[in-house]
C-alpha cells in the first residue's frame, strides 16, 4: 500500500486557498498514493469535494490526518493539529518561522518532519517548487486589480468624440516576481508604468516590459544583489538619495504598489506620510507588504484605509483573493516537491535528509528542530 496523503481544510476563515486540485489528486493517485480530502477543503477554491472524488480521492474528517503519512496545508497548522499527526508523518505547508520559534516546537515533539516552502531555495531544480513565486506573480497581478478598482479612472489613454482621458501613471517599487506581474498588468491596461529597484539586473528586466526605470545608479546600486537573487539592504545614504528621488516621482503618479520584503525581517518603509500628502487627490497606493509591517507608513491590515486623499489598500494575502488560480499553482508546487520523496517502488515516502532542498525547507525532524535558522542543527552538526 502506498503513502496516505490528507489534504487539509484551512482553519483561518480569510484562508480561501486549498493545499490540491484535482489534477494533484490524479497525479499522486497515479503514482501509488491513497489520497484523502478533508469535506469542504477546496469550497473557498470553487473544488467541490465531488470534483475531488473524481480526481480518486476520498472525502474525510478532520480527525483523519492521524492516519496520514503525508499531510498537505497552505498555513501552518495549530500544535493541536500537530498532536493530531502522527509521529514520523510529513508535513508540506507555509510555515512562517520568521519570529515565530515557538510554534514550531509542537511540530517537533509530535515527531513531525515540517517543511517550510517558503525556504525553497531559488535554484533551477527546485522553480516548479517555489510558491513564493507562484503566489507572488499572482499577488503582483491582483494588486493592479484592485488599484483599477478604487482609482475611479479608467487607466488607458482614450481619444473620443467627447475629449480625451488621459492614461494612468503607475509605479511599481520592487521588481521582484510580484513587481515585474504588476507591472506587466498594469502596461495591459493601458497605464504609464515606471518601475525602481536596488538590484540593477532589474533595469533591463523592467524595461523589457515596457517600463520606465528609476532608480539612483551610483556603485553601491551597481553591488547591491545577494547570491540567492535577492534584494539586499542599502545603506542609509543611498537609502536618503534613493528616497528623494522617489519622492519627487510618486508625487507625479496616481498608482503606486509596493512590493519590497526581505526575507525574516520587518519590510522596509517605503512611502512616508508626507509622500502620501504631496499625492494627488483620488490616488491609489497599494502595500504588498502590510503583512510584514508594511512599506506604507498609514497602511492598515485588511482595509482600504483613506490618508488625505489618497486609498492606501492594505489587503493581506492578495494571491487568496484569485484563490482558484492560486490553488492550483500552490497546489503543483507541493506536487512536485512530494514527488521527489515518493518512492517508485513502495510507493511510499522517503525523505533524504542530505538533498539539498531538504536541507533548506525542514524544520522538525525526528523529535528536533533541524533549521540552523531557527534555532535547529541536527547532531552532527551539519548545517
Known sequence: MGAIIFVGKETDAAETRVAASPETVKKLTSLGCDVTVEEGAGAGSRILDSDFEKAGATIVKAADAAKADVVLRVRRPSAGDARIMKSGAVLLTQMDPYGNEEALKPFAEAGVTAFAMELMPRITRAQ???????????????????????FGRAFPMMMTAAGTVPAAKAFVMGAGVAGLQAIATARRLGAAVSATDVRPAAKEQVASL??????????EFKAAETSGGYAKEMSKEYQAKQAALVAEHISKQDIVITTALIPGRPAPRLISAEMLKSMREGSVVVDLAVERGGNVEGSVMGEAAKVGGVTVIGYPNLAGRIPASASLLYAKNLLTFLQTMIDKETHEVRVDMD?????????????????????GANDKGDA
Request: aromatic share 6%; hydrophobic share 45%; net charge negative.
Open 355 to 375: 538533498d539539498e532542498l531538504v536541507k533548506a525547507t525542514a524544520l522538525t525532524h525526528e523529535g528536533k528542530l533541524v533549521h540552523p535558522g531557527f534555532g
Open 210 to 219: 515596457g517600463a520606465k526605470f528609476i532608480a539612483v545608479e551610483d556603485d
Open 128 to 150: 516548479s517548487m517555489d510558491v513564493l513565486s507562484s503566489q507572488a506573480n499572482l499577488a503582483g497581478y491582483q494588486a493592479v486589480i484592485e488599484a483599477a478598482a478604487s
